[in-house]
């Protein structure tokens, strides 16, 4: 169907190590993939996004890479940082966007 | 430039009762989206407003309803309020309909609880 599936649901780290989170989707009018950040007690924070005619792309030390073909995109932060910990979640748009289930990220100092 | 805007922070309602959620859009946003947050199901669409018009529409049963009004403030209601709809309500605004051409910015959810 149109869900996105994401994994791991939680992943812990210790400060300084990369972490890596992977969605899968299945719809392939998919072209927009953002992924969110979200803190206790906050709304969702857009960190990064993808559209679907680029590959890879990078804002300091976080990356987004995309394979079209193999419907996947995947997340990945380098030299976490404890306030990297809370939860974040990959989304797939056309007209709206179908969010993954999410991962709890701790970055144990 | 402030963000998304929504009120209540939270609400307490009970069994059989309406609510009613306010969005103010981040200014210049045409586009609203709502979003329902629950542990067990996640972030899940509910509907999308652009220049007062409903363009999308998730699978939610028709007690929830919204309304876009001339400044992009949008409104969501929910009749006959059930246990499960207990959630974080999120509104998020973008530029322009649809994921084509715009991200989409959260506000910070409305809590409501209904006992």
């Known amino acids: 169907g149109e869900n996105v599936e994401q994994h791991p649901s939680t992943l812990s780290v210790q400060e300084g190590d990369s972490a890596v989170i992977k969605c899968t989707y299945s719809?392939?009018?998919?072209?927009?993939f953002p992924w969110y950040k979200q803190e206790l007690g906050k709304g969702p924070q857009l960190i990064i996004d993808i559209r679907s005619n680029v590959g890879e792309k990078k804002d300091q030390r976080i990356a987004v890479t995309l394979n079209k073909t193999a419907k996947h995109f995947s997340l990945h932060i380098t030299e976490t940082q404890p306030e990297d910990s809370a939860v974040y979640f990959c989304a797939r748009g056309y007209s709206t966007l179908t969010f993954g289930k999410g991962t709890m990220l701790l970055v144990s100092p | 430039k402030a963000g998304v805007t929504q009120t209540p922070r939270y609400l307490i309602k009970t069994r059989g009762q309406q609510v009613t959620l306010s969005c103010s859009p981040i200014?210049?946003?045409?586009?609203v989206s709502w979003y329902q947050q629950t542990p067990g199901q996640g972030l899940q669409f509910l509907f999308e407003y652009f220049s007062e018009t409903q363009r999308n529409k998730g699978n939610f049963p028709g007690r929830f309803s919204g309304r876009q009004f001339s400044n992009s403030r949008s409104e969501m209601n929910v009749s006959t309020l059930e246990l499960g709809d207990s959630a974080l309500y999120l509104c998020a605004s973008s530029l322009l309909s649809g994921t084509r051409n715009t991200e989409a910015f959260f506000g910070q959810g409305t809590r409501l609880t209904v006992v």
């Open positions: 719809d392939s009018a998919s072209n927009y």
């Open positions: 200014s210049g946003h045409r586009s």
